[in-house]
């Protein structure tokens, strides 16, 4: 079961929080009022989806948003003064300028904030799916933690881009990440692991993210020499997963 509500929950729900963004991008560009006026509907839709529906005081969303707030004080990414998610604030300013780029029609320049919401999304599902591979790498084989299967969720939405930038890398996290309780988990070993997610993030060349942003985990940047092997700082960035029927 919670395989599935995970699967929902990031994955389902994330792709379709980017076809509303594409969508939205659509009707920006539409002379058609109708279809324009939907373009801005889809927008808010597509930010919905990933703050969600609750604007209390300790949190303001159970969706996607919740996922940086949960993990950022574990890799240093918190904002000092709010405590919230630095990745959160961020998508909060990306979606209130695309908001406005919607009224103006600033089409192209709606199109660089969803790109800028896909990225930084996914640095948040690469934080959270490494913080999974470490906290499971604790576990013992037939151990069916809620853990166990959230990680596995997690990595179903990583791996597609993981797997076009170093196919050898992503087999290495997929097998580590799979949910087999035939095996112990993380079955090659977390620094196994985080070195491949390294040697794949490394190679996400489609846009300049700072793979700092990733934090830091047991007091070690992720991403500066600081699981056995040496290589240099990386930035990262993927656009356009495949979307099916955009009109």
Known sequence: QMIVTGTLKY????LAALEKM??????CKSMDQNRYIRGKEQWDAAAAMIVGPTKNSKSKGDLLYDLADKHCAKFGTCD???GEA???????SLFYAGSYLMKT?????????????EITLLTIFLQATIYSAYENNLLNTGINQIT??????LSRVVLPYLDSADNPAAATIKK???????????????VEVANSFRKAISKLDYYDVDCKKIGSLD???????????TSSASRIGYWSIAVAGIA
Do not use: H, W
């Open 11 to 14: 994955e389902v729900l994330y």
């Open 22 to 27: 594409q969508l939205a991008i659509i009707g």
């Open 80 to 82: 000092m003064k709010t």
């Open 86 to 92: 630095i990745s959160n604030e961020e998508l909060e």
């Open 105 to 117: 029609q600033g089409c192209t320049s709606l199109e660089a904030k969803a790109l800028q919401v």
């Open 148 to 153: 166990y299967a959230e990680g596995y969720a």
């Open 176 to 190: 580590n990440l799979d949910f087999q309780l035939d095996y112990k988990p993380v079955r090659d070993g977390f």
């Open 219 to 229: 007091g070690k940047d992720f991403c500066l020499s600081s699981y056995e092997d």
